[in-house]
């Protein structure tokens, strides 16, 4: 069974700290994975995606890292900001798909809080 | 660019009341669109798939529908609620084709209470 576990499921630090999610997964045939960042009432919004033969993948302060090997993924968040306050989700997507579905697997995301 | 309008934000609804939801996308032709269900503390489920007009794919046997009258409109309806159908509904769209390549792009969901 595909599976997408994240850890922690929360996390508070105070604003300018660094931080770093943890995603580990078990979705096979492996294609891509997506972290999405999802503000509270809205809906996810894509920050990177990385496919097998990528390792690492920037988006200004966020920073996603992928060990096919291990089937883990981490995202950094750098300078962390109050609007980084947020669910961040890991979305692993698997190939061989046909005919308009997806197969992505979600995990149930961290909830980051940034204080003051 | 496109966007996308998913309403009402927020919705009350009493056990064995009608449900309709609606999503329009803008800015794009022949999207892939989807409805998920997020509950508390669990990842997002795939509800409902459609390829085009008229084309839907049900991923989990439930007491809810999905209908594609036009393009770019995607309704979700049930005929009675049911307690367990609380939840937070998505839409979302990706391109024609492009399922695993491009990222999915969502509304900003539905709140729905059933009382």
């Known amino acids: 069974k595909n599976q997408v576990e994240q850890s922690p499921q929360s996390l508070i630090i105070l604003e300018g700290k660094n931080c770093t999610l943890q995603?580990?997964?078990?979705?096979?045939?492996?294609?891509?994975l997506r972290w999405y960042k999802q503000d509270t009432g809205r809906g996810p919004v894509s920050l990177t995606i990385?496919?097998?033969?990528?390792n690492t993948k920037s988006n200004g302060r966020y920073t996603a890292t992928l060990d096919a090997d291990t089937k883990q993924s981490s995202l950094h968040i750098t300078a962390s900001q109050l609007s980084d306050s947020a669910s961040y989700i890991c979305?692993?997507?698997?190939?061989?798909?046909?005919?308009?579905?997806?197969?992505?697997?979600f995990g149930t995301g961290t909830q980051l809080k940034v204080e003051l | 660019s496109q966007t996308i309008h998913q309403w009402p934000a927020t919705l009350v609804q009493p056990v064995g009341s009608p449900l309709s939801l609606e999503c329009t996308v803008e800015g794009t032709s022949n999207p892939n669109l989807y409805w998920y269900r997020q509950a508390a503390g669990r990842g997002l489920q795939l509800l409902f798939y459609?390829?085009?007009?008229?084309?839907i794919s049900s991923e989990v046997p439930q007491n809810l529908s999905a209908s594609r009258p036009q393009d770019r409109q995607f309704i979700l309806s049930s005929k009675k609620l049911l307690l367990s159908d609380s939840g937070f509904y998505l839409c979302?769209?990706?391109?024609?084709?492009?399922?695993?390549?491009?990222?999915?792009?969502f509304g900003n969901g539905t709140r729905l209470t059933v009382t």
């Open positions: 990385m496919t097998f033969s990528e």
């Open positions: 459609s390829v085009g007009i008229g084309q």
């Open positions: 979305v692993v997507s698997a190939s061989g798909v046909t005919g308009g579905g997806n197969k992505l697997t």
């Open positions: 979302a769209w990706t391109e024609e084709g492009r399922e695993r390549g491009s990222p999915l792009h």
């Open positions: 995603c580990n997964y078990t979705v096979s045939p492996f294609s891509n």
